[in-house]
């Protein structure tokens, strides 16, 4: 079975100022028997993590939101995992990373300006874009 764990987390909470404390989510995949090795197996990686990267540092708590469990991927339509939205524009940046590990460091700072998400400084591009209502 394929097991993807949903983590809130929440660092540096010993900071005085509140732009250097962190806050943000994360999923972690693996290839399990069963839950409760998954879950055990997730447990091991944040605290290697915690010791190999600077990703949970400082006073920090790390929530486990639920866990999803596949016995195999779809094929023909792409399932969508984990859709948020949030009231008002964004604001404060916020680090990113895209399948980070202790031997490659793959993480970015993702800002907004002007409603428009910025990775490293550069503006990104428009995947999908829907203006007005379809309904009549």
């Known amino acids: 079975m394929l097991f993807i764990g949903n983590f809130y987390y929440v660092s540096n909470q010993e900071e ?6 962190r806050h943000g989510e994360f999923n ?6 069963s839950a409760e090795v998954a879950l055990d197996t997730f447990r091991s990686r944040i605290l290697a993590l915690r010791e190999l990267r600077d990703f949970f540092t400082g006073d920090c708590s790390i929530f486990f939101a639920q866990l999803l469990e596949f016995e195999e991927l779809p094929r023909t339509e792409a399932m969508i995992l984990n859709y948020k939205s949030y009231a008002g524009d964004p604001v404060m940046p916020f680090i990113g990373c895209i399948i ?12 907004w300006e002007k409603s428009t ?16 209502s379809t309904e009549d």
């Open 117 to 132: 998400p910025e990775i490293e400084g550069q503006n990104q591009k428009v995947f999908l874009e829907f203006i007005g």
């Open 16 to 21: 005085a100022l509140d732009a250097n404390r």
């Open 28 to 33: 972690l995949m693996i290839e399990a028997d």
């Open 100 to 111: 980070p590990s202790d031997q490659a460091d793959a993480c970015r700072i993702h800002s």
